[in-house]
Nanobody
Framework: QVQLVESGGGLVQAGGSQRLSCAASGRTETSLATGWFRQAPGKEREFVAAITRSGGSTAYSDSVKGRFTISRDNAKNTVYLQMNSLKPEDTAVYYC????????????????WGQGTQVTVSS
């Protein structure tokens, strides 16, 4: 199994930046990619970004492309989500998850999930 712990959430003003971390432990070698998803109040969880284990391939949703950057430090078993130019509509609980197959935008393919971290962007 893989255990995931997100951190870095909090309150930030619109236009500001924040960096989320996703620390993995356990059988991390079974995960070929790590993704970030988010769920806003009253909405379904949606894909944000994903990165392969090597870091060589990434994917982003259209809503965050150009503002968010996903990266990883394999020596620390940690994946990061750098969020810039934040907007109130980015307010959500952010989850990281691992995929045993590769980068996917589909939530159903992700196997292990963290508990989430709240990001609130004030206007």
């Amino acid at each position: 199994q893989v255990q995931l712990v997100e951190s870095g959430g909090g309150l930030v003003q619109a236009g500001g930046s924040q960096r989320l971390s996703c620390a993995a432990s356990g059988r991390t070698e079974t995960s070929l990619a790590t993704g970030w998803f988010r769920q806003a109040p009253g909405k379904e969880r949606e894909f944000v970004a994903a990165i392969t284990r090597s870091g060589g391939s990434t994917a982003y949703s259209d809503s965050v492309k150009g503002r968010f950057t996903i990266s990883r430090d394999n020596a620390k078993n940690t994946v990061y989500l750098q969020m810039n130019s934040l907007k109130p509509e980015d307010t959500a609980v952010y989850y990281c998850a691992t995929d045993p197959k590769g980068v996917d935008v589909t939530e159903a393919w992700y196997e292990y999930w963290g508990q989430g971290t709240q990001v609130t962007v004030s206007s």
